[in-house]
């Protein structure tokens, strides 16, 4: 399978350590999400993937080999910044990107129709960016990073600036990607955007990995504990290994010593009541991101 392999990345301006040895991969086939606040070292990374910066220590690798550019040319990457030529028209900018990558001019054009069609944005081909939304140059961003058909899409903070509907179009064009067998890593600070269309997430905090894994597993705790709602006469009392606390309108919070204890209180709870959800209990990944960034840190 193809991989993109951060392995090690180091990298210090002056006595500021912008990344202590953060590794991590991203199989073809996954959207990764890379969370964390300003200036933890997220676009760092990604300038070092695309070569436009070099590491202290550390390599990045595609496939097993190390990135040359060779294969950064095979690379979609959408900066945090407006990256286009703003007085260009929409349709000829993208032509001439993707010329850029060695496609020829009906392959160009072709990719360039299919894009701003797919991003609806086809209207606009004629207008300069300048004269577009700030929505739309999202839009045409992306549309820039998938025209050449890349082999690898980075993008940092590609959901900046959209609407729920633009949102919803880029999301589904990003999994249709990884589909694709492209691996897929952005930034982001919508982190339950993050938790909802990712596979994986690795957080970064002053530099450093701090955690990295599937969102199931990052949730996944020691106690065991689940949210129950109810009507009715009322709940059984809990039995020797389980314990039940009110949470509030008509809801409690149940932990027990396993599975099959609170099973079988839900069971004894159907009996005396009405029972309407029975659900476990697991932190979001915002609540995961909050426990790992510093309060002096910026977050946002």
Same mark, same amino acid.
């Given at each position: ?27 073809? #086939? ?9 200036? +933890? ?6 300038? @070092?993937?695309?070569?436009?910066? *070099?590491?202290?220590? #550390?390599?990045?690798?595609?496939? #097993?080999?190390?990135?040359? $550019?060779?294969? *950064?040319?095979? @690379? ?5 910044? &407006? ?21 020829? +001019?009906?392959?160009?054009?072709? +990719?360039?129709?299919?894009?701003? =069609?797919?991003? #609806? ?28 058909? /890349?082999?690898? $899409? ?7 600036? $959209? ?11 990003? &999994? ?15 982190? =339950? ?17 701090? !955690? ?12 065991? +504990? ?13 039995? /020797? ?11 409690? *919070?149940?932990?027990? =010593? ?10 004894? !709870? ?11 209990? *697991? ?11 510093? =309060?002096?840190?910026?977050? !946002?």
């Amino acid at each position: 399978m193809t991989t993109l392999e951060i392995d090690g990345l180091t990298k210090s301006y002056g006595t500021v350590k912008a990344l202590q040895d953060v590794s991590f991969d991203v199989p073809g #086939g996954e959207l990764f999400g890379f969370v964390g606040s300003n200036g +933890a070292g997220k676009t760092t990374t990604m300038r @070092i993937i695309l070569g436009v910066l *070099r590491a202290d220590a #550390g390599v990045v690798r595609w496939n #097993g080999a190390p990135v040359d $550019l060779g294969v *950064r040319r095979s @690379i979609g990457y959408m900066p945090e910044e &407006r990256g286009l030529y703003p007085r260009m028209k929409v349709g000829e900018q993208l032509v001439y990107l993707a010329r850029l990558h060695g496609l020829s +001019a009906a392959d160009a054009t072709a +990719a360039m129709e299919h894009w701003t =069609e797919v991003l #609806g944005v086809a209207e606009r081909r004629d207008d300069a960016v300048e004269k577009l939304s700030l929505g739309n140059q999202q839009r045409v961003q992306l549309a820039s990073a998938l025209v050449h058909g /890349p082999d690898i $899409l980075v993008l940092d903070e590609p959901f900046s600036g $959209l609407d729920p509907v633009a949102v919803g179009v880029m999301s589904d064009v990003l &999994r249709g990607q990884a589909d694709k067998g492209v691996p897929v890593i952005f930034s982001s600070h919508q982190l =339950e955007l993050v938790e909802r269309l990712c596979d994986r997430v690795g957080i970064v905090k002053s530099g450093r990995l701090v !955690a990295s894994g599937a969102i199931d597993d990052l949730r996944a705790t020691d106690t065991l +504990a689940w949210t129950l709602a109810a009507s009715g006469v009322g709940l059984p009392d809990a039995p /020797p290994g389980v314990s039940v606390a009110p949470d509030g309108d008509g809801r409690w *919070r149940v932990e027990a =010593e396993s599975a099959d204890a609170a099973q079988a209180f839900l069971a004894s !709870a159907v009996s005396t009541a009405t029972v309407t959800e029975f659900s476990p209990v *697991r932190p979001s990944l915002t609540d995961l991101f909050r426990d790992v960034v510093s =309060e002096t840190e910026e977050v !946002a």
